[in-house]
């Protein structure tokens, strides 16, 4: 394939963050289709719109998901591209990879694919950009037979679940993240390689409220680590910190024109909940009254960590925009254990009454969460066994319209309008 | 052995799921998980992570383009095999981390990474531009309104010196969407990029029959501006569909469900700004992002009203949150009125909700703040 001249991306060569194009360059000297990856787009950005046909159902045998179709609508420009399909690769749990693995990747994808990839994709797969429609099945031959791994979720079935780096790296996970997530993609096979929903739902693990896998804005299925007890409080480092010898926020502000640490200013006025004070040089907490933002910890976090008593928030319904506008997941359990002890029994049971509900009334392309804005909360909590709390609103209806049913009423609904015409004449 | 397209099913192996992680992780890692006590950034970029067992591991963070080569992914296994033991992770806004185990590791690895041309900026850390989260747009998409990578680049460098910096009121986490589907998931940004389309779907009769399920397209309008219509293709009638433009809101749903629904366009397309959104519960609850842009032209290669967009918001945040303030809270705090008024955008109709649920976002009180957009 010839080189194709691309002056407008050429544009990208400079400045300081790494360039793609450059990049895409130094793939083509042994990649040669990635010049017709650079050929369209440099089309692309001369006409101001994509070259890519719509859609195009491919796949390998037996699985409903884990590649998407994508044809050159300018093919005979640009062979190279005149297939380029995605592939989804299942990403291990946080995306921690030995050299040995990675490598033996990029070889099939030398191999079999384009060169390109994207690590990672917006749900967490890694993602092989551009092949063949003859290349998938061996493709996914050696991916299964010499690596062991598998494809990714795409379609309507559930989709590849991600995680945060949780225990792994991190002092403020609540719960094993890397391990949920791993157990039950294993349990979930089948759901991720045969659609059999509606349309898309996600599981997303994030070991704490800080959310740094955005689940509660991005999942159906939001697990989010949060603890019942009282943080724990150093208070030798709480007065190291009032000292100004620990930088605050674990060194997040370092370089930064900022005035001394103030606790005051800095923890106990933003407090959402006001439950913060000094007694003496001692750090006070109400716990009774606080909603574990993280934003102490986060300031703290050599003097503060969660409580022990450590498990999840579970909510339900996130989603992006199309079609009745964005949602985040809404809180539906606010606290449940999350162990491997008993296989995550728990959050199974509850996963599988959601789906059970959801496949009998959703409908096509339609997300859980815009299924239970359409049929009603109450009638969501109702299906899925659990009483009303106070934590699943945040602030009591406003309009009087209740959907009494007619076994809450005395003597039901049946009545006889003779019998009322002979009390109450019309 | 290998596949055989005469026999496809023949030795096939499936559902394996993905690799164990706990083969994946370094041994500083393995035996310190659960363990861990606090953390403090050393530099931006580069991190420590304390145990109990009083281990330690350094890691540094470097951003990538997401959009990257095989060659660049060895390139960065080079760098872990020579500093890491072979081991490396990748985060969720696509940066890539190299952990080691003592200090004395970490100067050796940040001057490989340095020496490496611009292909690993460290940063990514703490109070400062993060890594923007992105889609495909023109390189791989069939739905987009924009291209991601290339406005990635041009805003991350323009933006350059805060991601290797913490100077900022709090983290900055810029995202781009191509198109409404958001894939890059950008409705909770502090600044979401977004690909917007402003003409309705064009109806190609001659092949609507062929790749469309018509009761599908009618059904994919959400304002039900998709009707059934009866059209000539070559002197003869088939069914086929019309569109209300006036009821049209460009969300592209319907050409996701009908490839003879076109409405890509060259004047047509841009970008939207949105800000404010959040995902952490930290402080304040989660929150949406906000239009304060509806359209700013595509212009490759660099797009320079949309970088010129974001620095403006940016520096006007800079000079004027207070510390731990993310831009919504910032913006929540001034009211509204004086985010437009400050950063000198021009407040239009285009930013007042008319789709559903948009009367909670009108203003139904006395309170608010006399600015210039009071005549």
């Not at chain 1, 294993?186 to 997303?204: G, L, S």
Request: with cysteine; aromatic share 10%; proline share 7%.
């Amino acid at each position: 394939m010839p080189k194709h001249d691309t002056p407008l991306l050429d544009e990208l060569e400079s400045g300081p963050w790494p360039s793609f194009v450059s990049d895409l360059k130094r793939q083509a000297e042994t990649k040669p289709e990635c010049w017709d990856i650079l050929g369209q787009l440099e089309l692309s950005y001369k006409d101001k719109i994509t070259h890519w046909k719509h859609g195009g159902i491919v796949g390998v045998f037996g699985y409903g998901g884990g590649i998407v179709g994508r044809y050159s609508d300018v093919p005979a420009q640009f062979p190279g591209v005149e297939h380029f399909h995605t592939v989804r690769v299942n990403q291990p749990s946080s995306k921690y990879y030995t050299t040995e693995n990675l490598r033996a990747i990029m070889d099939l994808w030398e191999k079999h694919g384009s060169g390109m990839t994207n690590m990672h994709g917006s749900t967490g797969d890694m993602i092989l950009l551009g092949t063949r429609t003859e290349n998938l099945e061996p493709f996914f031959w050696d991916l299964t037979h010499k690596l062991d791994q598998d494809l990714g979720g795409s379609g309507s079935n559930l989709r590849t679940p991600a995680c945060c780096l949780g225990q792994s790296r991190c002092e403020w996970a609540c719960y094993d993240t890397q391990e949920a997530c791993h157990h039950l993609t294993m349990h979930y096979q089948d759901e991720i390689h045969r659609p059999a929903f509606p349309y898309k739902f996600k599981f997303k693990f994030s070991g704490c409220p800080n959310d740094c896998v955005a689940s509660i804005a991005r999942s159906d299925l939001a697990v989010i680590g949060t603890w019942r007890d009282d943080i724990r409080i150093d208070q030798a480092s709480v007065k190291e910190y009032v000292a100004g010898n620990i930088p605050a926020n674990g060194g997040a502000y370092k370089g930064g024109d900022w005035p001394a640490f103030d606790i005051k200013d800095e923890v106990l006025d933003l407090c959402p909940t006001d439950c913060m004070w000094m007694e003496g040089d001692e750090l006070k907490i109400d716990n009774s009254e606080c909603t574990r933002c993280m934003h102490c910890i986060n300031v703290m976090p050599r003097a503060l960590r969660p409580g022990t008593d450590m498990g999840a928030s579970i909510c339900v319904g996130a989603k992006a925009p199309i079609l009745d506008g964005a949602q985040f997941a809404t809180l539906v359990v606010p606290f449940m254990k999350i162990s491997k002890d008993n296989d995550f029994e728990e959050l199974i049971d509850f996963i599988e009454q959601v789906w059970d509900w959801w496949m009998e009334v959703g409908k096509n392309r339609e997300r859980v969460g815009e299924t239970m804005q359409r049929i009603g909360l109450p009638t969501f909590l109702s299906v899925m066994e659990i009483e009303p709390l106070p934590q699943h609103v945040k602030e009591p209806r406003s309009n009087p319209y209740v959907f009494w049913k007619e076994e809450e009423v005395p003597g039901g609904w049946e009545r006889d309008v003779a019998e009322f015409r002979k009390r109450n004449a019309m | 052995m290998g596949y055989d397209p005469n026999n496809p099913m023949e030795g096939r192996i499936t559902d394996l799921g993905p690799p164990k992680y706990e083969k994946f992780l370094p041994p500083v890692i393995k035996n310190n998980k659960g363990k861990w006590l606090y953390h403090e950034i050393q530099e931006p970029g580069i991190m420590v992570h304390v145990s109990e067992t009083g281990d330690e591991v350094y890691t540094v963070r470097a951003g990538s383009a997401r959009l990257i080569s095989i060659e660049l992914i060895r390139e960065m296994c080079d760098v872990a095999d020579a500093h890491c033991d072979g081991y490396l992770r990748f985060t969720t806004r696509n940066n890539v981390e190299f952990m080691v185990d003592s200090k004395d590791k970490v100067g050796p690895l940040v001057e490989d990474l340095k020496s490496r041309g611009n292909k690993f900026p460290i940063g990514g850390t703490g109070a400062c531009v993060t890594n923007p989260v992105h889609t495909q747009g023109w390189v791989h998409c069939h739905t987009p309104a924009t291209d991601a990578s290339g406005p990635v680049k041009a805003v991350m460098d323009d933006l350059f010196e805060y991601f290797g910096t913490m100077t900022l009121p709090a983290q900055v986490r810029i995202a781009l969407a191509c198109c409404l589907n958001m894939c890059g998931a950008v409705h909770a940004s502090d600044i979401a990029l977004l690909g917007v389309h402003r003409k309705p779907p064009m109806i190609d009769h001659s092949r609507i029959s062929g790749v469309c399920e018509l009761p599908l397209a009618i059904a994919s309008c959400p304002l039900g501006a998709v009707k059934p219509a009866k059209a000539e293709v070559n002197g003869e009638e088939i069914k086929s569909v019309k569109v209300n433009a006036e009821r049209c809101m460009f969300c592209g749903n319907c050409y996701t469900m009908c490839p003879a629904m076109p409405l890509a366009d060259p004047d047509g397309d841009g970008i939207a700004i949105l800000v404010g959104g959040k995902v952490s519960n930290s402080r304040s609850a989660p929150t949406f992002s906000k239009m304060v842009i509806p359209f700013l032209p595509n212009t490759p290669p660099r797009w320079p009203e949309t970088v010129d967009a974001v620095r403006n918001i940016l520096e006007v945040y800079i000079k004027d949150a207070k510390k731990y303030e993310r831009i919504g809270e910032w913006a929540e705090r001034i009211g509204w009125e004086k985010f437009f008024e400050k950063c000198n955008i021009p407040f239009t109709d285009k930013s007042i909700d008319d789709y559903r649920l948009a009367y909670d976002t009108w203003r139904t009180s006395t309170q608010f703040k006399y600015t210039s957009h009071i005549k």
